[in-house]
């Protein structure tokens, strides 16, 4: 598995209303792509998520701006 690239995304708590930060890395595994997503720094209580991409959604992710980002949280 290869990192193919690593950005911070902010997003709104639906707890506390408060803008938090958290992390998105892509990486490529033989003919497909992960995506990562964790809402926080790790830790026992932080929400973290992995979905497996098609090469267009990788695609769509990769030419998202840095206020774009986040998409794949909903």
């Not at 193919?4 to 902010?10: F, G, H």
């Not at 639906?14 to 930060?21: I, R, S």
Request: charged share 25%.
């Amino acid at each position: 598995m290869k990192l193919i690239r690593s950005r911070p995304v902010s997003f709104l708590d639906a707890q506390t209303l408060t803008v938090q930060k958290g992390r998105e890395a892509l990486f490529r595994a033989n003919s497909s792509f992960l995506l990562y997503l964790s809402e926080g720094d790790p830790g026992p209580d932080v929400e973290e998520r992995l979905l497996s991409l098609s090469a267009r959604e990788a695609i769509i992710w990769l030419n998202e701006g840095a206020h774009e980002g986040s998409s794949f949280w909903a």
